[in-house]
């Protein structure tokens, strides 16, 4: 490849060319979220509990933003909308280009070598954050660079809470499953598993961390699952 940024014209993409999924990348927040963590909301909470005085609020809140903490380590993204600035080093052809932070809510501009595409040589799938390059008739073609590639966005779900909340509904809904959970557990040892009295009862508590097989409790993990991406 000759490093010098031409017209795209050619409706095929290279044979050479990978399908971009494997592309590192380095993002740099410019604007980011105030409350990253809080994947619901106290109110909701507190109905779900039944709680109606304020005496718990610091609690239940601190509580939130811990579990939003452990569910978003356990999806392996960046959950809260925030604006960013994606940058791909290193030169070569791909197919596509897989931006970090999705859903994609905008995309203000993509350069390429130092060289700005105007918005109508670009798409993105905003549900994926695949992007892809286009010719001058808008047929999709390869991302040929020598420099780096820099893509500066917004991309993430809005909170609940917030106007416009978009957050998947599974999530939120693990979210206050652990939070139920924390509440459950408070003044109980946190390292005992089980609680036997023979002939009378058992019972068996969640005990574990995020990273580990049993990572979050099973209710947990099976709401967010289908959201989790494998690590790189």
Known sequence: MICALTAVSTRTIPSGCEGGTH??????VTAA???PYRLTTLERIKRELGISDGGSDDLLQNKIDEAGSDIQAALG???ARETVTETFRGGGCEASLPLNRTPVATITSVTVDDVALAASEYEVETATGILHRLDTSGYPVAWEFCRAIVVVYAGGYILPGNAGANLEPAIEAGCIDLVSAFWAARGRDPMVRAEDIPDVMRTEYWV???GEAGDLPPSVMAKIARFRRPAA
Do not use: L, N, P
Not at 23 to 28: F, G, L, W
């Open 23 to 28: 592309m590192r990348s380095i993002v740099s």
């Open 33 to 35: 979220a105030e409350t």
């Open 77 to 79: 993204f960046v959950v």
């Open 208 to 210: 574990g961390s995020v």
